[in-house]
């Protein structure tokens, strides 16, 4: 079935790394996505990678795929105190292209 | 300024009164969709729509219609609200099934007494 699956929270201190991971179950996911929710505001795109990917880089995000474990991280280096908000990990399926499966966000918090 | 909006931003109603909640995009996006969110489950999506005319339920479509008469609006009618609508609401755009951002509106927080 399609499920994508997070944990909740997420609390760092301000300056270190943060590493939300998150998994999936269909192996027919074709690109996986991290979206940013800002508190009152609409999900923003943050940055996406296709399946046959195993990384990405873009500043200070990294987005590392396992395809075998249907693990998915980001990675923000540097965390600011503008970087708190809700991040959800979403996949489209091959299936199903007009369907994008959220997983359910995990609040990052920093902490001075 | 490209954006999706919606309206309203907030709305509390009552049990068995219709609303309707407009979504506007002004990117000429042929792809739009809403989506409830509720802790603890993500965003699930209620309809999308493919084009004009063209509409299809998502994962949770029960006790919501939709209608895309014009490529920039895809309101969201609730004929009959019921408590358990009560969430938050947000519409989406993107250019179509190909294209992988997809534009948020702001969200619409619905509370059915």
């Known amino acids: 079935g399609e499920d994508v699956e997070q944990s909740l929270f997420l609390s760092v201190r301000e300056g270190d790394s943060s590493v939300i991971n998150c998994t999936y179950t269909?192996?027919?996911?074709?690109?996986l996505y991290w979206y940013k929710q800002e508190p009152g505001a609409g999900l923003q795109l943050l940055t996406y990678?296709?399946?046959?990917?195993d990384m990405k880089q873009d500043q200070r995000l990294t987005v590392l795929l396992n395809k075998k474990d249907k693990h998915l991280s980001l990675r923000i280096a540097d965390t600011q105190t503008g970087d708190s908000a809700i991040y959800f990990c979403a996949e489209t399926l091959y299936s199903s292209a007009s369907k994008i499966i959220f997983g359910s966000g995990t609040r990052l918090s920093i902490r001075p | 300024e490209a954006q999706v909006t919606q309206n309203p931003r907030y709305l509390i109603t009552v049990t068995g009164k219709k609303l309707t909640v407009t979504c506007s995009q002004n990117m000429n996006h042929e792809y739009m969709s809403w989506y409830r969110q509720d802790p603890g489950l993500g965003l699930r999506q209620i309809y999308y729509?493919?084009?004009?005319?063209?509409?299809d339920k998502g994962d949770v479509p029960e006790g919501y219609k939709v209608s895309r008469k014009e490529k920039r609006n895809f309101p969201l009618i609730l004929e009959s609200p019921s408590p358990n609508q009560t969430s938050l609401y947000f519409c989406a755009s993107r250019r179509g099934l190909g294209d992988n951002e997809q534009f948020f509106g702001p969200g619409t927080r619905l509370t059915v007494l």
């Open positions: 729509s493919m084009n004009v005319e063209v509409t």
């Open positions: 269909d192996s027919s996911s074709t690109y």
């Open positions: 990678i296709f399946s046959n990917m």
